[in-house]
């Protein structure tokens, strides 16, 4: 046993021949060939195509496979030279992406992926997919993932008091067509018999259909750690009988990026609490139990990233670490990711990465302290601007103006951020436009030269935060990075805004610009500029400002990916 989610069953030298293993229960199996030929190719218990062959568009030669408890072969052929590596692996559960859409484009609200970044870089860690339509669930069921499809039950929906209605919600769709459930948000805003009555549902449908899962997403499992097992006991108990005993319980897990890694330990601590209470409740039940992670890190949409001082990498590799070691987690069913409409390219590619670590590979240490990812990198001082302007040089135009200020409840209230106390990001500093561009600067060092750099910072017109509107105010901003190299094709802006409940179409806009750059020495300059990327320049006495500067190591898992990278975006501008 490699870790909490995988168990070695084969390791040697990869040749032509035929391989024998055995999985004492069912569930999938990794099979990978690593550092083999082009001609390598393998095919699992007597398969008529191949299970495992090279895809050009990933570098891994490898499959996952769900099999039966026992003794399987594997026939290799075309082999001179590699490893393979043959693990039980657990439950490892990701979103798919529409199989219509080709390319990323990150300048609206979500960000939207698409099937060439998402089939390099996302699927290849996945086992099992979350999938919203038929045409999806058919196509990546073909590949040989497990598929489910989602529904929905929101916050205070009528369908917790409507056991019928509710029944034709879960059994339609996508369960009608033989493909599992899930029901997303299950318990907010429920009542205790409304627990009751959804679980009538699901044993309902588990003796129509035994062998179809109804998996559950529990909106708010993570607050109240499970603590009322009246309503929860038969809910959990039918999905440790839903699919034939393979139905998957998927407490949300919405972590946040604070500032030490001591403030992540209270959540692991909830995390673990909830598992205990599920086990309390329903024994079966612990075994079906998959953490979802969930990040949403993106201010003005939900932001769980609330200190931009910190590296999110080096959070999730500590969550991820400590469900994959520690003994609370040990018999957790696997991994899993929620939506990432909220999640910029860097971190979703970072996720899966560690879903290959922790869920495939079977590692144990932290990795983003393999790869040199501190918790807080520190090249940025104030990057909040919570110390007014210490530590920035402002260089205002003539008529124009920076200075220090401050916005009540901008941080937490409009920017959304996510388990701080009020008033934190509130703080910004304030560009008054002119003919020529205010300048706002900070020398960084500790670089090293020949690695990528990301910088996000977000800004907004202060005149639409005193007064949301329908139509998109001015706003021009733009960085540079002095004394490094920009990889321009991986810029982006990112249009994000805050919406007035029940306020209709009033809006304030909050765009989340992105820029990578490569340091060319161990010092450079950063720098502001009240001007957009063209150079076009807002009316003059314009109000804007800046916070949440954000500069970390920018993640690659290879020299020269990064454009690869950039060619799976859309051209800038195109379809906004």
């Not at 529409?98 to 998402?118: I, N, Q």
Request: aromatic share 12%; net charge neutral.
């Amino acid at each position: 046993r490699l870790n909490n989610f995988v168990t070695e069953l084969v390791r040697q030298p990869l040749a032509d021949g035929t391989v024998r293993f055995f999985r004492p229960t069912d569930g999938w199996v990794w099979i990978s060939f690593q550092g083999a030929d082009a001609t390598a190719r393998g095919r699992l218990d007597g398969a008529a195509d191949d299970t495992v062959a090279p895809k050009a568009e990933h570098p891994y030669v490898e499959a996952q496979r769900w099999v039966s408890a026992g003794w399987h072969t594997l026939d290799v052929r075309g082999a001179t030279q590699g490893e393979l590596r043959i693990h039980a692996v657990k439950n490892l559960v990701q979103p798919c992406c529409p199989v219509d859409r080709e390319t990323c484009d990150f300048t609206g609200f979500s960000y939207a992926y698409g099937t060439r970044f998402w089939n390099r870089f996302v699927l290849p860690t996945a086992n099992t997919l979350n999938a919203k339509d038929e045409t999806n669930a058919l196509h990546y069921a073909r590949l040989g993932y497990r598929v489910f499809g989602g529904v929905r039950f929101g916050f205070n929906s009528p369908l917790w008091q409507q056991p019928e209605e509710q029944w034709a919600v879960l059994t339609g769709g996508l369960w009608s067509k033989g493909f599992d459930v899930s029901v997303d948000e299950s318990g907010i805003g429920a009542l205790r018999l409304q627990h009751v009555l959804f679980s009538e549902n699901v044993w309902k449908a588990l003796e129509l259909k035994p062998s179809q899962r109804v998996n559950v997403y529990w909106g708010d499992a993570t607050k109240n750690a499970f603590g009322d097992p009246k309503a929860h006991a038969s809910l959990l108990a039918a999905l440790a009988n839903s699919g034939e005993g393979t139905g998957v319980s998927f407490p949300e897990t919405y972590t946040p990026v604070l500032k030490t890694r001591a403030e992540a330990e209270p959540w692991l601590e909830l995390y673990e609490r909830s598992t205990r209470a599920i086990a309390g409740i329903a024994p079966a039940a612990r075994a079906l139990t998959v953490f979802n992670v969930s990040p949403w890190i993106d201010p003005g949409h939900w932001c769980d990233a609330p200190c931009p001082e910190a590296d999110a990498k080096a959070l999730w590799s500590h969550v991820l670490r400590a469900f994959a070691t520690r003994p609370g987690f040990a018999e957790n069913s696997g991994l899993g990711a929620g939506a990432f409409g909220a999640c910029e390219e860097e971190l979703r590619r970072w996720i899966a990465r560690l879903f290959r670590y922790y869920g495939l590979e079977g590692g144990t240490e932290d990795l983003a302290e393999v790869r040199g990812f501190r918790w807080t990198p520190g090249f940025v001082r104030n990057c909040d601007f919570a110390d007014g302007l210490d530590g920035w040089t402002a260089k205002p135009a003539d008529g124009g103006g920076i200075c220090a200020g401050s916005i009540a409840n901008y941080g937490v209230k409009v920017q959304l951020r996510k388990k701080v106390p009020n008033g934190a990001g509130d703080t910004v500093a304030e560009f008054t436009a002119a003919k020529r561009p205010n300048r706002l600067e900070q020398r960084l060092t500790g670089l090293e030269p020949g690695k990528l750099y990301a910088l996000l910072f977000c800004t907004a017109n202060r005149a639409n935060i005193e007064n949301p509107v329908r139509k998109r105010p001015s706003l021009a901003f733009r960085a540079r990075l002095e004394g490094a190299e920009e990889i321009a094709p991986l810029r982006f802006r990112h249009e994000t805004f805050w919406r007035k409940r029940g306020g209709g179409n009033q809006r304030i806009y909050l765009p989340v610009h992105r820029y990578v750059f490569r340091a060319q020495s161990p010092e450079a300059t950063l720098v502001f500029e009240d001007r957009s990327d063209e150079g076009r320049r807002p009316p003059a006495g314009t109000k804007q400002v800046l916070n949440y500067v954000v500069f970390r190591p920018y993640y690659t898992e290879r020299p020269g990916e990064e454009l690869e990278i950039a060619d799976m975006f859309k051209e800038k501008g195109e379809d906004k």
